[in-house]
């Protein structure tokens, strides 16, 4: 069974970080890209960032440019998100998910998410 699996949610500061990882499990989405994506209450998902599988090419938020950072380990089979100067408005569940083709060179906004983690909540007050 393929899961992707979350952890590193929690309640933060307003200034303060976390670091978000995604673990799969299954098969291997080394050669795939993969996401951070959210859900604020009451608001649409929200693309958060991408990142390819050779790390090469990444996207990010006009939101979270400059704060957060998307990495991965491939021999780990984990995405992170590490997420620094959070703000209120960074509430949200997080979710990670997993372009279903491989080998992209690079991001260009076309990936088709076809797996799914279930989400980790991120709180930041103020």
């Known amino acids: 069974q393929v899961q992707l699996v979350e952890s590193g949610g929690g309640l933060v500061q307003a200034g303060g970080s976390l670091r978000l990882s995604c673990v799969a499990s299954?098969?291997?989405?080394?050669?795939?890209?993969m996401g951070w994506f959210r859900r604020a209450p009451g608001k649409e998902r929200d693309k958060v960032a991408v990142i390819t599988w050779s790390g090469g090419s990444t996207y990010y938020a006009d939101s979270v440019k400059g704060r957060f950072t998307i990495s991965r380990d491939n021999a780990k089979n984990t995405v992170y998100l590490q997420m620094n100067s959070l703000k209120p408005e960074d509430t949200a569940v997080y979710y990670c998910a997993a372009d279903s083709l491989a080998w992209r060179p690079r991001v260009t906004g076309t990936e088709e998410y076809d797996y799914w983690g279930q989400g980790t909540q991120v709180t930041v007050s103020s």
């Open positions: 299954g098969r291997t989405f080394n050669r795939n890209t």
